[in-house]
């Protein structure tokens, strides 16, 4: 949506000496994005996993975890994720 793109061109504007790019996307604005300012890694997985969780409860539509992405930076991230969602 465009809403993610959005917030990867503002830390896209971040980097010094980068090529000015425009990130840009048809399929509208989207849902809106929350900023979760977490205390360590452990912190941002758990929220993240939680904030999956409340909405699969809720959803009617998005029940499945193939319903959902989790973009992240390094490896290391995506296995704490794994672990979360294996236990």
């Known amino acids: 949506s465009q809403t993610i793109l959005d917030i990867a061109n503002m830390a896209i504007s971040q980097i010094p000496k980068r090529k000015e790019k425009r990130l840009w996307s048809m399929n509208g604005k ?8 977490a205390f360590d890694e452990e ?3 758990r929220f993240v996993v ?11 539509t998005y ?5 959902y992405a989790v973009l992240y930076r390094t490896p290391a991230q995506a296995q704490l994720i794994e672990s979360f969602f294996q236990s």
């Open 30 to 37: 989207g849902e809106i994005a929350i900023h979760y300012h």
């Open 50 to 60: 939680d904030e999956i969780e409340t909405n699969r409860l809720e959803s009617r």
């Open 43 to 45: 912190d941002e997985v």
């Open 63 to 67: 029940k499945n975890l193939n319903s």
